[in-house]
């Protein structure tokens, strides 16, 4: 149960709770439920899966590059495997897996709240996921796998040079997935503005919802970007549009900015999780506060802000005026000032503190490590010639993966450790955690650090294959070696948490004794969270012992407790007063309609089927009408 | 808390009135139809912002063929669909006070002038259609994309109103409240972008 309880009244009142919250059992539950922490769980194993395609995918391009003239892949199929390992970990298991499985789980709990401001968007936004992720995936399936890149620049992914479904199935796909993005975040920021338990006011809340709130607004502005462009793409390879011919008065650069417009700040999206994550784990293992609280949360908003300003910065081997290369250089330089706070007030206070080296911590220190080491190099890009020397060289790709696999996936894997007791009750083996965490340590630094060297050394990315008088063969071999300890490492995590799903020893509420308020109920939580809205007069709610035995009085006297229906209470936004009592809908069949829908709608839009395309919009309209047509006062 | 209203539960003028007057932040919906609109208005700024990007690489635009726009008619529609925004805050002010009534005659009296605007849209549409084609040139391809783009948030404004009367049928909820003031609150944002569109896609002749 959620809350010791001593009486019976409140022991009445928790089981009535029990009652109005029960989720419907089985199959159909998971198909239907809107109860965060579910969604958070489908979230995750989805996007694991994912992982594991994308982790394959880099595994067959690093034995591909063992050697010099190797044909482990033709030419053809290794452009496949390296745009598909780009669009899967960022599109399909990063963001998903941060956004959608870490903050869906905790921000509820973190913030005081039984579910998310709208719990059946919330569905809607999971169904969509895992519909464009599948949809993406079937192109790969029937041959004819998007192959121009992540970034995917016209002219090559015109139809003139793509004629294959490849491009289509990348374009609509991510339209369908940035819908679904779209739809998180401004849940999300809903939920950080209204559900806040009562009394905790902005400056109350954890850095873990600050970073999600500046992650949701990035998205939010970021998506449409995206989201035109890639219409501009599927017009002018479907209906002879001319955005991207310059024959025609279009402008292959356009795509780029509209990319970059967006694809800058996803790098943030992806990032600024991670750093959230760290800001939850580093208090709990070093036994102290946060340094410079403030300094970090508003750090944490203007990366997210100024990354809007500094897209060009990947273009500036594109022919830009020397005037627009040096303000985007200038910009970005002006990002490393956010980031240092972060990482000062990161170290201060590990150093300050008295650290506890467990796994969680361990990973995080990991990700500082990478962090300095990505941001360096990053900082180096800013300036224009030493950027138009190595840029499309290995330089890169070793920067962009110890930013986005050192310092963004880290975190999320010291937090699976670090929040497994809450989801699952049981504590992981410390042993094997350690083990695994040196491991893939070793194997990040052993695959990427030499990445820097041939990059220098002029190595290009995205070749398939170097000859042999390179004198590249032997850091690729190291690579690749790397690349092999690393899968070594991922492997064992999970083998650790399988087994230790079954035998670890039990969690109890609370066994790291954090400061967040996911720690104040049950491992795992009961559907309605908590027995009571918790008391909050700090960030650090759990070290503020007269609050959790508030909590305790409120449960016996039947205060705070709403044991008149599926409901949460909302406060204001900014101090976070006591504002009104909503109901909240519970489990609905119309979300994964909804998103059934859709999948019907794009796929005719690929096969440029427009009328039967229309008959699936029309339908997914019908779904709405029947989605509204119950309110969720009349459930 | 015994003093809690819920407010969801509220029904009939009065509930209501009691219910908005003790609100003191905005509701869960308000906040989720003005982050709806923020991020459409970035999809329809970033489609204007192409018109701009492609226009200043043209040496002539609209290029040589095609005529620039006419300007009368396109400004007399986007005044009479900017008149509309009149009668949803009405309606959304009936609503607060708890009048269903109303609430929905002001509703369906946009919605006719809405659907109207719509209509003779579409038919200057198919006139610029037979002048010049989306597929030959990239002013075409931005022209067509622009002002469809407006169309289809026309469109969805509509299938708002009929679903927001389909539940109005039922009396007033401060739920379907709630949703009256979205509804208008997304077309005034419908209208706003009306003139930035109608003005951009007039620019070559103003």
């Given amino acids: 149960m959620a809350t010791t309880t001593t009486t019976t009244a409140a022991r009445a009142r928790v089981d009535r709770l029990e009652r109005i919250w029960e989720e419907r059992p089985g199959l159909l539950g998971w198909l239907t439920t809107t109860d965060h922490k579910r969604i958070g769980i489908l979230y995750l194993f989805t996007s694991l899966a994912f992982f594991g395609a994308g982790g394959v995918e880099a595994l067959l391009i690093r034995t591909q590059l063992l050697g010099p003239d190797k044909t482990v892949l033709t030419p053809q199929q290794y452009d496949a495997v390296f745009t598909m390992h780009g669009v899967t970990m960022i599109f399909l298991f990063v963001i998903p897996i941060s956004i959608g499985a870490f903050g869906n789980y905790l921000l509820p709990l973190q913030i005081g709240a039984r579910d998310m401001a709208f719990p059946r968007l919330n569905a809607l936004s999971f169904w969509m996921f895992a519909a464009s992720g599948i949809f993406i995936y079937i192109g790969l399936a029937v041959g004819q796998a998007p192959s121009a890149g992540w970034f995917n620049y016209v002219p090559l992914a015109s139809k003139t040079y793509s004629p294959n479904l490849g491009i289509d199935f990348y374009a609509l796909g991510l339209i369908f997935n940035g819908i679904s993005s779209t739809v998180a975040s401004a849940n999300f920021i809903v939920t950080i503005f209204k559900l806040r338990a009562p009394g905790m006011s902005l400056n109350r809340m954890p850095l873990f919802c600050y970073a999600f709130l500046a992650v949701s607004f990035a998205l939010l502005f970021a998506l449409p970007v995206l989201s035109v462009s890639l219409i501009f793409l599927e017009l002018d390879r479907q209906l002879g549009f001319h955005f991207y011919d310059i024959a025609h008065g279009g402008d292959p650069l356009l795509w780029q900015h509209l990319f970059w417009i967006f694809g800058h700040p996803e790098v943030y999206i992806i990032i600024l999780p991670a750093f959230g994550i760290a800001t939850s784990i580093i208090p709990t293992f070093v036994r102290r506060r946060m340094v410079a609280f403030p300094l970090v949360a508003l750090a944490e908003l203007l990366v997210a802000f100024i990354g809007f300003g500094v897209w060009a910065h990947h273009m500036f081997a594109t022919g830009l005026s020397t005037a627009t290369t040096v303000y985007f250089a200038a910009a970005s330089l002006v990002i490393v000032i956010p980031s240092g706070i972060q990482l000062f007030a990161w170290i201060m206070t590990i150093v300050t503190g008295t650290p506890e080296f467990k796994t969680p911590l361990l990973w995080i220190v990991g990700f500082i490590v990478f962090f300095i080491i990505g941001g360096l190099s990053g900082i180096m890009f800013a300036a224009i010639p030493f950027d138009q020397q190595l840029t499309d060289t290995y330089f890169v790709v070793a920067h962009f993966h110890f930013v986005i696999f050192g310092a963004a996936v880290f975190p999320i894997l010291g937090g699976l450790h670090y929040w497994f007791p809450k989801v699952t009750g049981r504590m992981y083996h410390e042993g094997l955690g350690k083990v695994s965490f040196w491991l893939t340590f070793t194997g990040t630094m052993v695959t990427f650090f030499p990445m820097h060297i041939l990059g220098l050394l002029g190595m290009p990315r995205r070749n398939y294959t170097y000859p042999r008088d390179m004198g590249w063969t032997g850091f690729n071999v190291l690579e690749s070696i790397g690349s092999y300890v690393l899968a070594a490492g991922l492997v064992l995590i999970a083998v650790n948490l399988a087994m230790s799903l079954r035998r670890g020893a039990p969690a109890g509420n609370d066994p790291w004794k954090a400061p967040t308020l996911e720690w104040a109920t049950s491992s795992p939580p009961p559907p309605y969270n908590f027995a009571v809205i918790p008391a909050?007069?700090?960030?650090?709610?759990?070290?503020?012992?007269?609050?959790?035995?508030?909590?305790?009085?409120?449960?016996?006297?039947?205060?705070?407790?709403?044991?008149?229906?599926?409901?949460?209470?909302?406060?204001?936004?900014?101090?976070?007063?006591?504002?009104?009592?909503?109901?909240?809908?519970?489990?609905?069949?119309?979300?994964?309609?909804?998103?059934?829908?859709?999948?019907?709608?794009?796929?005719?839009?690929l096969l440029a089927h427009w009328v039967t395309a229309g008959v699936f919009l029309a339908f997914a309209a019908l779904v709405l009408l029947a989605w509204h047509s119950k309110e969720p006062q009349e459930a | 808390m015994s003093a809690v209203t819920r407010s969801t539960e509220a029904s009939g003028g009065a509930e209501i009135r009691g219910v908005e007057r003790n609100r003191l932040s905005q509701p869960n919906g308000w906040w989720g139809i003005v982050l709806l609109i923020a991020t459409e208005a970035t999809l329809l700024l970033a489609i204007v912002g192409t018109y701009y990007y492609l226009r200043f690489q043209a040496t002539q635009w609209p290029p040589r063929g095609i005529a620039a726009p006419s300007v009368a008619l396109p400004l007399v529609m986007m005044g009479v669909l900017l008149l509309t925004s009149v009668p949803m805050q009405l309606a959304a002010v009936a609503t607060r006070a708890g009048r269903v009534g109303p609430t929905r005659a002001l509703i369906v009296l946009a919605m006719l002038v809405q659907a109207g605007y719509l209509a003779v849209q579409i038919i200057l549409l198919r006139n610029d259609l037979l002048d010049f084609s989306p597929a030959a040139t990239a002013?075409?391809?931005?022209?067509?994309?622009?002002?469809?783009?407006?169309?289809?948030?026309?469109?969805?404004?509509?299938?708002?109103?009929?679903?927001?009367?389909?539940?109005?049928?039922?009396?007033?909820?401060?739920?379907?409240?709630?949703?009256?003031?979205?509804?208008?609150?997304?077309?005034?944002?419908?209208?706003?972008?009306?003139?930035?569109?109608?003005?951009?896609?007039?620019?070559?002749?103003?």
């Fill in chain 1, 536 to 605: 909050v007069s700090s960030p650090y709610a759990m070290w503020d012992p007269e609050d959790r035995e508030k909590d305790v009085r409120n449960l016996e006297a039947g205060v705070l407790v709403l044991e008149q229906g599926h409901e949460t209470p909302t406060s204001t936004v900014v101090d976070a007063e006591w504002d009104e009592v909503v109901e909240m809908p519970s489990d609905s069949p119309w979300p994964i309609s909804l998103a059934l829908a859709l999948s019907g709608m794009f796929a005719m839009l």
């Fill in chain 2, 139 to 206: 002013y075409g391809s931005i022209y067509f994309t622009m002002i469809v783009a407006h169309h289809a948030h026309v469109a969805i404004g509509l299938l708002l109103d009929v679903g927001i009367l389909i539940r109005l049928i039922g009396g007033l909820t401060d739920y379907r409240a709630v949703g009256v003031r979205a509804i208008a609150l997304y077309w005034h944002f419908v209208n706003l972008m009306a003139i930035i569109v109608v003005l951009t896609q007039l620019s070559p002749s103003l």
